[in-house]
């Protein structure tokens, strides 16, 4: 079982930048890819980055690519999305998740997900 905690929401203008953390207790998370999704009030979940089990290979999503950097730190079991140059549509409750392999979490599947933290975006 794993249990993973986000932190770093919060309230940010547009333009601003924000720093998501995800801390993972229970499993290392060296083994697993890791990943962001986001969910916004009457949207689906999406997918946003991942990031492979060496921190080697990363994916975003088009609407993020540019902007969002994700990264890991297997030694402190946590992985980070940083975010900048943030608009309001990416207001959303924001969530990490592990995977097998990114390719399962580009297509929306997870193995164990947090219970988000909320990002707002004011215009």
């Known amino acids: 079982q794993v249990q993973l905690v986000e932190s770093g929401g919060g309230l940010v203008q547009a333009g601003g930048s924000l720093r998501l953390s995800c801390a993972a207790s229970?499993?290392?998370?060296?083994?697993?890819?890791m990943g962001w999704f986001r969910q916004a009030p009457g949207k689906e979940q999406e997918f946003v980055a991942a990031?492979?089990?060496?921190?080697?290979?990363?994916y975003y999503a088009d609407s993020v690519k540019g902007r969002f950097t994700i990264s890991r730190d297997n030694a402190k079991n946590t992985v980070h999305l940083q975010m900048s140059s943030l608009n309001p549509e990416d207001t959303a409750t924001y969530y990490c998740?592990?995977?097998?392999?990114?390719?399962?979490?580009?297509?929306?599947?997870?193995?164990?997900r947090g219970q988000g933290t909320q990002v707002t975006v004011s215009s």
């Open positions: 990031i492979n089990w060496s921190g080697d290979s990363t």
């Open positions: 229970g499993r290392t998370l060296s083994s697993y890819a």
């Open positions: 998740a592990t995977g097998t392999f990114t390719s399962n979490l580009r297509r929306n599947e997870y193995d164990y």
